[in-house]
Every structure is written in C-alpha cells, then in structure tokens.
C-alpha cells in the first residue's frame, strides 16, 4: 500500500486544454518532487519542494506550473502541452531533501497530449 | 556525457544464475549512490543504498568504485520476482538526483 498517492492515473488532453495533476503523501513527509519519465529516457527531476517551498526548477517550461498548498499536497498544473510533453509523471515525497534520504514514488500519471 | 548511464539489456537469465550489471556516472563530485527497481508500468523503489565499503542485502550485493565511477549491482540465485528495470540513482548534493535510463532484467523459469 503506497504512501503517496497521485490523480488522475490516465489523462488524455488535447494542446489547448488545462489540467491539473495531483498528488497527496500520507508519510509526514517535509519534501515532495515532481518527476517525468519518458519511454526509455531517465527519470527527469522536475521540481523539488522542501517545507512547501520551491528549491528546484529543472529548467521545466511554464507550461508546467507546479503548486504546493501544504507539505503533503502537491499539484501540477498543465496549459498549452505539446504532444513531446505525453509521459508518465510521478511524485515522490522524502522526510527531508537530504541526499540519503530515501524517496517514495507514487503511481504516476500516464500523460497522452493529443 | 550523460550523468548516469546503464547498459538498458535486457539481461535474460534462468532462474538460479547470478547476474551483474554497472552503472556509471560522470561527475567525480558525486556523493550518493542507490539502487532503486521498476517493475513494469510501476512506481520506482528503493532496493538498495550503495556504501563505499559495499553492501549486501539478502542475494543482492552493491559496490562503489570512485577511481573508476562507476557503481555495481549483483543478484545472485535469481527468482522469477526478480525480472524488473533497475535504476541507478546518483545525487550530487541535497537537491541534485540523476537517474539512470534502467538496466532492464529478465529472468526465465
């Protein structure tokens, strides 16, 4: 049973629509991340929020607008995806941002941009 | 030069066998290194952190070699529950993680 929990777990969204991505960790977690993962491709960090501030940005594109209202809620919001943009997105959360701690995945969500 | 690069396989192997595979990263900063598996259309998970000294855990063995960058995961006596995509994760500091595209093994009965 994972701690970390994420919605949708499927969205198919055509390039003009928004959406929002969420994720929820029951573990009392202080930190929380946002990963893509392309087909064959390594996980990409995306963002990094620690204490629900934002200490990372990957170079994302402000397509992508991340969102942390609490340290155990984070979202993701989407406008304007390109088509190269369809992965799976997983969040992650870890007691600290420190670089031994362990992190834990959710399910993700698989992303098709129409 | 990518980051972290793996050898993506995918080893197949019979039940029982021993399988190693490497990991290699390209920043001698490193500080952290770990194992972490995927099962298919799953979310990763930690196997194993990777000491200076190695490690084991059980049939799985984990060294480091910072003269050559490069760290190493063996799984001996191979069960069917085996058969995953296994990640290489290497941290360079608090906030900066590189994974690895994922060694993918298959173990048949």
């Known amino acids: 049973e994972t701690g970390v929990t994420q919605t949708p777990r499927h969205l198919v969204m055509g390039m003009t629509n928004k959406k929002s991505l969420k994720c929820e960790q029951h573990l009392g977690h202080n930190a929380m991340y946002w990963y893509k993962q392309s087909a064959k491709k390594p996980l990409e960090l995306m963002f990094v929020y620690n204490f629900k501030e934002q200490t990372e940005n990957n170079s994302v594109p402000s397509r992508f607008s991340p969102e942390c209202p609490n340290s155990s809620h984070l979202f993701l919001h989407l406008h304007t995806l390109q088509p190269e943009d369809s992965a799976l997105y997983l969040c992650?959360?870890?007691?600290?941002?420190?670089?031994?701690?362990?992190?834990?995945f959710g399910p993700g969500t698989r992303l098709t941009v129409l | 030069r990518k980051e972290v690069e793996q050898d993506p396989g995918p080893f197949n192997v019979p039940e029982g066998a021993t399988v190693a595979f490497n990991c290699t990263y390209s920043n001698s900063a490193s500080q952290s290194f770990f194992w972490y598996r995927q099962d298919c259309r799953k979310e990763p998970k930690l196997l194993m952190s990777?000491?200076?000294s190695g490690n084991e855990d059980g049939r799985f063995t984990a060294q480091l070699n910072r003269a050559s960058q490069y760290i190493s995961l063996l799984i001996r006596d191979s069960k069917l529950s085996d058969s995953a995509t296994y990640l290489c994760v290497v941290t360079l500091n608090d906030y900066k993680l590189s994974f690895g595209a994922g060694t993918t093994v298959t173990v048949r009965a």
């Open positions: 990777v000491y200076s």
């Open positions: 992650a959360s870890s007691q600290l941002t420190g670089r031994t701690d362990t992190q834990y």
